[in-house]
C-alpha cells in the first residue's frame, strides 16, 4: 500500500465508552452503530478497548448483570495502537503480529480514530486485502 497512512484508511472521530458505564450501555452502542468493539475512555484518553467477545464471555456466559458490570471490569487495557501519521503497512503487519482486527488510532494519548479490517479492505486492492485478512486470521 506504499506511502498510503494510517490516517488515509481510519474511521475518524470514532464513538467511544467511558470506562465506568454499564456494559449494557457499550452493548448498546455496539447495536446501534453496528461494530463489534468500542474504544473505552478515561478522562478523554484511551484506557482500552472493549469487544462484543468480552461482553459475552466475561458477562453473558457468566450470568452476570449487564446493568451492574461496568466496562472498567471487562475491557483490556492497554490496546495495540496505531499512529494516525503511521505507514498503514506498518500498522497492518502490526495487526498479523497481535492477532487483532481493530487498532485505536492515538495521537498524543488522544483517541483520534479506528483502524479495522474494513476500513483497510475499502481502500486496498484485492488481493492485499485478502492477504491481510489470511494473516490477521492465522490464529
Known sequence: MGNTKVRDSMTANPLAIEADQPVVKAAELMAKENVGSLPVVENGELAGIVTDRDLVIQ???RGLDSKS?????VYTAKPVVASPDELLDQALQRMA????RRLPVVSDGELVGMLAQA???R???AQSTGHMVE?????
Open 123 to 125: 481502500s486496498a486492492d
Open 119 to 121: 476500513d483497510v479492505a
Open 69 to 73: 458490570v461496568k466496562v472498567a471490569d
Open 59 to 61: 458477562v453473558v456466559a
Open 97 to 100: 503480529e497481535e492477532q487483532v
Open 135 to 139: 494473516e490477521i486470521s492465522k490464529k
